[in-house]
């Protein structure tokens, strides 16, 4: 019991590591393509790798069981638009120099999910906990308050729109990744159009005549899909508890990249908000670990 706890922690941990280093480097790095055009590849590769996955792992049951459902399908219809807008956001505080912003909102995002279970699904709630969303909330006020030119929007949408893709997708508990192939068929039509756009207009960086470029964008799939298979197998072997605590390695690493590898600036109002955000994590993280 013990080894598979320990390894789940390794996977989590990895994943983790993936989104917040291996992520951020790589989708920075394509950002030169533009970060319309790299939103659309990213949507149509992830779905093409979810079906080669779906093929390996021999998962068709699975997604036939679950597309036979019409709740199923109609909260995976919008589960489908918040993830595209969580893509779509990230992709462009990546491209925007707004990195910092976004690992704002990954820290915030646990939280945030604590008071959506209570709101929706009853949980219980302690003091410490109401006490990391109170801070929560005035960190947000703070900036919006002190100067709102520094609201950090980018990470605000990415976190309401990871937190409130998890409530949606525990509604109805189905496979991870199967259901984010649902998502991605939702979501394939539009990005074939947009696709199909950018290629009329001379703005298409996948060509035939550079294989490598190619190659280089095709990984968008995979570097979506890789740590969401890791992170997801983390979870399964140790526990919620222990990979939320494993999963601030991403917006730890993010911060750490945007501020002393791509130098974004960071101003004081946004270090204090951050220092309130930062306190409710510790606090958080805590009360987490006392109570498994």
Not at 181 to 200: G, H, V
Not at 211 to 221: C, N, V
Not at 264 to 292: G, R
Request: contains cysteine.
């Amino acid at each position: 019991m013990n080894k598979e706890f320990n390894k789940g922690l390794l996977l989590a941990g990895f994943g983790s590591f993936w989104w917040g280093f291996f992520g951020v480097l790589y989708f920075k790095y394509i950002t030169f393509i533009g970060h319309i055009e790299l939103v659309v590849h990213r949507c149509l590769w992830t779905t093409f790798t979810l079906i080669i996955t779906t093929f390996l792992f021999s998962k068709w049951s699975i997604f036939f069981k679950i597309v036979r459902s019409k709740k199923n399908l109609f909260y995976l219809f919008f589960s489908s638009l918040l993830i595209f807008i969580n893509w779509a956001v990230w992709i462009y505080a990546i491209a925007t120099n707004r990195i910092i912003d976004a690992s704002f909102g990954y820290f915030m995002m646990p939280i945030l999910s604590v008071l959506l279970g209570y709101i929706f699904f009853k949980e219980t709630l302690n003091k410490k906990r109401i006490f990391s969303i109170i801070l929560v909330v005035v960190s947000i006020l703070y900036l919006i308050f002190v100067s709102f030119k520094s609201l950090p929007w980018v990470g605000l949408i990415v976190a309401f729109s990871w937190g409130f893709y998890n409530l949606l997708r525990k509604k109805i508990n189905v496979d991870t990744d199967v259901g984010l192939l649902i998502e991605s068929l939702y979501i394939l039509p539009f990005a074939l159009t947009a696709f199909y756009l950018i290629t009329i207009n001379g703005h298409n960086n996948f060509q035939l005549s550079d294989p490598l470029m190619m190659l280089f964008i095709f990984l968008a799939g995979p570097m979506t899909v890789i740590p969401l298979f890791l992170y997801v197998r983390g979870v399964e072997l140790c526990g919620l508890g222990a990979a939320g605590m494993i999963f601030y390695i991403t917006p730890t690493l993010q911060f750490l990249l945007g501020y002393f590898y791509y130098n974004e600036p960071f101003s004081v109002t946004k270090l204090v908000s951050f220092i309130f955000i930062w306190i409710a994590v510790i606090i958080y993280l805590k009360d987490l670990y006392e109570s498994n």
